[in-house]
T-cell receptor, first 114, second 113 residues
Framework: DTEVTQTPKHLVMGMTNKKSLKCEQH?????MYWYKQKAKKPPELMFV???????INESVPSRFSPECPNSSLLNLHLHALQPEDSALYLC?????????????FGQGTRLTVV | AQSVTQLGSHVSVSEGALVLLRCNYS??????LFWYVQYPNQGLQLLLK??????LVKGINGFEAEFKKSETSFHLTKPSAHMSDAAEYFC???????????FGDGTTLTVKP
């Protein structure tokens, strides 16, 4: 299994809603990532987990809250989002957190905030 | 600090023509370089990576890239474009702060019939 699975594929939420994005991998990878991608732009790193511990937080607003319950699962909890947070949210994983390891990406969750 | 520059935000080729997507990097240490492809409404998929084992790197789908230290380049090529190659292509450099790979702005490849 070489897949990173993200659910849901599409999500529409109001600014007062609370929702969660889910990401799962069964490749035994110990590093997992959340990226935000706007149209026609490269992915922007949000969070990195290494061995289930938060390793990098790129100064992301607190309305985004990551969680890594175990080595296979990564969640992104969303609360009180703004319309400008509408984007494609990509989850990725890699074997470990090393400079020469490539990332495996999920298909993303297309989020629309209304 | 590492950085990546992709020359040409849009490249258009005819089916069967050579594909050349340009990537120049800046790195204070020997770089690890990657090319990813993104099809519409999909995640990114690794095409190939350079990790200093060989300067000519072969990837999936007939793509290859050559690392040229003197030119600080890692251009992506494919001898003959297929319609299915139409996508967004990102060059990336691995960071010394592991986990913070730097992506280029991307190049949109269009393939004309």
């Amino acid at each position: 299994d070489t897949e990173v699975t993200q659910t849901p594929k599409h999500l529409v939420m109001g600014m007062t809603n609370k929702k969660s994005l889910k990401c799962e991998q069964h490749m035994g990878h110990r590093a997992m990532y959340w990226y935000k991608q706007k149209a026609k732009k490269p992915p922007e790193l949000m969070f990195v987990y290494s061995y289930e511990k938060l390793s990098i937080n790129e100064s992301v607003p607190s309305r985004f809250s990551p969680e890594c319950p175990n080595s296979s699962l990564l969640n992104l909890h969303l609360h009180a989002l703004q319309p400008e947070d509408s984007a494609l949210y990509l989850c990725a994983s890699s074997q470990v957190l090393l400079v020469n390891t490539e990332a495996f990406f999920g298909q993303g969750t297309r989020l629309t905030v209304v | 600090a590492q950085s990546v520059t992709q020359l040409g935000s849009h490249v258009s080729v005819s089916e069967g023509a050579l594909v050349l997507l340009r990537c120049n990097y800046s790195s204070s240490v020997p770089p690890y370089l990657f090319w990813y492809v993104q099809y519409p409404n999909q995640g990114l998929q690794l095409l190939l990576k350079y990790t200093s084992a060989a300067t000519l790197v072969k990837g999936i789908n007939g793509f290859e890239a050559e690392f040229k230290k003197s030119e600080t380049s890692f251009h992506l090529t494919k001898p003959s474009a297929h319609m299915s190659d139409a996508a967004e292509y990102f060059c990336a450099v691995g960071s010394t702060n592991a986990g913070k790979s730097t992506f280029g702005d991307g190049t949109t490849l269009t393939v004309k019939p």
